[in-house]
C-alpha cells in the first residue's frame, strides 16, 4: 500500500502562525464582505459577487476565501431562504460544505451533490467545478480529478486555481521515484504555460510543480526538510524554471490594482524558489511586492512553520540586498 500523501499548507506542529495569513490577498472588496458576512450581513456579500460577474478566477478566488470561515454555511442558508432563486446563494453554500467536508465536519456525498445541483443551474460557471476540484483534490480518486480538472478547463481554460490544484495532486504520483526529470507534473506545468496566452500567470507553473515535487520528495525523505540544504533549487531545471518565470514577471507585471486575483499566490512561489536559488537580489524584488500578502504555501513545504520560514527567507534577502 502506497503512503499516505505529504501534508499540504500549513504546519502541522505551528499552527498558530496561521494568524499571519489572510486568504484574501489584498481584495479589499473582499475583506469588507467577508466581515459583513461574520456578523451575518450578506447583502455585501450578494453586492460584491454580482459586480465580479464572468471574471472567473476573480469569482472562484472570493466564493473560496468567503466560504472558509466557519459562520459562512449559516448565513448562506439564510440567504438562500430569504432568496431562493439566488444562484449565488447557492454556489457559495455548496462552497462552504466542501471546506467543511475537508474539515471532516461535514459528508463528502452531500458537498458533492450540492456543488452538482449548482452547476446544473449555470453550465457556463466554472466555480461549482472549482468546489469540487478542491474537495477531490484531498479526497478523491485520480481520475476524478482529472475529469473534474477538464470540467473547469473547458469553461475557463487558464483557471489559476485549477491548475495548482492538479499540480499539487500531479506531484504526489510515485512519490519515491525521486530526481526523476521525466516526472509527469514537469510535462503538465510545461504544456499548460505553453498553451497559455503571452501574459497568463500561468507561465509561473513550472516553479509552482517544482515547489510541490519538492514537498512531495522530502515528506518521502528523498530531500533535506531544509530546501537550501539539496539540490533541488539548484540543478539544472531548477535553474531553467526559475529564469524563465522570473523574465516573465519583469516583463508582464502589472499594477497591483489591476494584477491578476491571486498573483500573490505566484509571488511567493517564485520568491521562494529564488530564496532556495540563494539569488538574494531577485528574491528581494519579489518580497517588496509580496509585501504583507504572504500565503502559506510553499513556505510550509514540506513541514515547516510556514510564517518563521517566510520571515527568515524575506530578512536574508533583504540583508543581503
Not at 32 to 40: C, E, I, N, T, V
Not at 96 to 107: I, P, S
Not at 189 to 203: G, K, R, V
Not at 216 to 238: C, I, K, S
Amino acid at each position: 500500500m502506497s503512503p499516505p500523501p505529504p501534508p499540504l499548507g500549513r504546519s502541522r506542529k505551528k499552527r498558530a502562525a496561521a494568524h499571519a495569513f489572510d486568504a484574501a490577498l489584498g481584495d479589499t472588496g473582499l475583506v469588507d464582505a467577508r466581515a459583513a458576512l461574520a456578523q451575518g450581513r450578506w447583502i455585501e456579500v450578494r453586492a460584491l459577487l454580482a459586480a465580479t460577474g464572468d471574471d472567473w478566477d476573480r469569482r472562484g478566488h472570493r466564493f473560496d476565501v468567503l466560504a472558509q470561515e466557519p459562520t459562512t454555511t449559516a448565513w448562506a442558508r439564510d440567504w438562500c431562504l430569504v432568496e431562493p432563486e439566488s444562484y449565488d446563494a447557492e454556489v457559495l453554500l455548496a462552497f462552504a460544505a466542501v471546506h467543511k467536508a475537508l474539515r471532516g465536519k461535514e459528508r463528502s456525498d452531500q458537498a458533492r451533490a450540492l456543488c452538482r445541483e449548482a452547476a446544473g443551474r449555470v453550465p457556463a460557471d466554472p466555480t461549482p467545478w472549482l468546489a469540487l476540484l478542491l474537495l477531490e483534490r484531498s479526497l478523491g480518486r485520480e481520475e476524478d480529478v482529472v475529469r473534474l480538472f477538464d470540467e473547469v478547463r473547458h469553461r475557463h481554460p487558464e483557471h489559476h486555481h485549477a491548475h495548482h490544484l492538479m499540480v499539487a495532486r500531479l506531484a504526489e504520483r510515485r512519490p519515491g521515484a525521486g530526481q526523476d526529470p521525466l516526472h509527469e507534473v514537469y510535462d503538465f506545468a510545461s504544456w499548460a504555460a505553453e498553451q497559455a496566452p503571452p501574459d497568463s500567470p500561468l507561465a509561473a507553473l513550472p516553479v509552482v510543480a517544482h515547489a510541490e515535487r519538492y514537498r512531495v520528495l522530502a515528506a518521502a525523505g528523498m530531500e533535506p526538510a531544509d530546501p537550501m540544504a539539496g539540490t533541488h533549487w539548484t540543478g539544472q531545471r531548477a535553474r531553467g524554471v526559475m529564469k524563465a518565470a522570473f523574465d516573465w514577471w519583469l516583463e508582464w507585471e502589472t499594477p497591483a490594482e489591476r494584477a491578476h486575483p491571486r498573483c500573490h499566490v505566484d509571488l511567493n512561489f517564485l520568491a521562494h524558489a529564488k530564496s532556495c536559488e540563494g539569488r538574494a537580489a531577485e528574491a528581494a524584488v519579489l518580497f517588496h511586492r509580496i509585501g504583507r500578502h504572504a500565503t502559506p504555501a510553499p513556505w510550509s513545504y514540506p513541514d515547516r512553520d510556514p510564517h518563521e520560514a517566510f520571515t527568515a527567507a524575506r530578512a536574508t534577502a533583504l540583508g543581503s540586498a
